[in-house]
């Protein structure tokens, strides 16, 4: 059971059982995912008629996962990469909204190394008042 609070260490196991308690939506923005992680949760949840939206930054980063990530387009991802204005500049955000009510946020970026290497934070809030914020993120060809 996923609990309130700011986490330190294992934050990948944190997100997946997260990501599991999905039932409508989920809206992520992260710098850096890697997609042989978190890839076959996402399926699972795309394939259980979640709704799933995801922004990350335009780099070589996330472009290796382009085969990975087109098949779960093809389950129903909508998924952006976005192209900051100089190419010293990252899309930095890392948070993710869960049917409207719980919202994962922190320095941690979804990668094997923020969760192995890095003296990372995840906070978790859940909250009906999530619902009243603004959650959009508009995924645009």
């Known amino acids: 059971m996923i609990c309130d609070g700011v986490f330190c260490e294992n934050q990948r196991d944190i997100v997946i059982e997260a990501l599991k308690m999905a039932k409508h939506s989920v809206v992520i923005a992260v710098a850096w995912?890697?997609?042989?992680?978190?890839?076959?949760?996402?399926?699972?949840?795309?394939?259980?008629?979640v709704n799933i939206r995801i922004v990350v930054n335009d780099d070589v980063k996330n472009a290796k996962y382009a085969g990975l990530i087109g098949n779960l387009q093809n389950n129903g991802l909508q998924y952006k990469m976005i192209h900051m204005p100089k190419n010293s500049n990252y899309m930095h955000h890392k948070f993710c909204v869960i049917d409207k009510t719980m919202c994962m946020m922190g320095s941690f970026n979804w990668t094997k190394n923020a969760n192995e290497n890095n003296f990372e934070?995840?906070?978790?809030?859940?909250?009906?008042?999530?619902?009243?914020?603004?959650?959009?993120?508009?995924?645009?060809?």
Not at 33 to 49: D, K, V, W
Request: proline content about 0%; overall charge negative; hydrophobic content about 30%.
């Open 121 to 141: 934070d995840l906070s978790i809030t859940q909250t009906s008042h999530l619902n009243k914020c603004l959650c959009t993120l508009k995924i645009q060809s």
């Open 33 to 49: 995912i890697n997609f042989n992680e978190y890839g076959s949760t996402i399926n699972e949840l795309l394939q259980n008629g």
